[in-house]
């Protein structure tokens, strides 16, 4: 696996969802990703109980591919930074073990001027240096 700048990759990370313009982020996400890699979400707790109550073991909201990342990462744009209620940025410094770089991440509301939420991402790198594994705890 080539050298990788643990900050640097979660800067362009963080800017990926906050990226305006949908070619950028289609780009981007070619960039980061793997072809077959995946964003693994852990849903909001109220949808968590309710799989299960289904009679799933667990539940999690998953993205494979350029296709379902560039997706996922538009909805997200589209549901909390385009109407100007949030930007995301890295709460602290990112840190890195062999493949894998963890960070935390906080969305800060621009009306409120502070933060109202966050979580931690798990960055699960492939032998080129692209991200395989995106494991996102929101708070």
Do not use: C
């Not at 070619?23 to 980061?32: A, C, I, Q």
């Not at 793997?34 to 009679?55: F, K, N, S, T, Y």
């Not at 744009?77 to 709460?91: C, D, K, L, S």
């Amino acid at each position: 696996m080539p050298a990788i700048d643990a900050q640097d990759l979660a800067d362009r990370y963080i800017a990926l969802w906050n990226d305006p313009d949908p070619e950028t982020r289609r780009k981007t996400v070619h960039e980061l990703w793997a072809e077959d890699g995946e964003h693994i979400l852990l849903p909001p707790q109220e949808m968590h109980d309710r799989a299960v109550a289904l009679g799933f073991g667990t539940a999690a909201l998953e993205a494979r591919g350029h296709d379902e990342l560039h997706a996922r990462v538009t909805r997200a744009y589209e549901e909390f930074v385009a109407p100007g209620t949030y930007v995301f940025r890295i709460q602290e410094t990112p840190r890195q073990v062999r493949d894998v770089i963890s960070f935390r991440w906080e969305a800060f509301q621009r009306e409120e001027g502070r933060v109202t939420g966050g979580g931690r991402d798990f960055l699960v790198l492939d032998q080129a240096g692209r991200i395989r594994f995106d494991y996102q705890f929101p708070d």
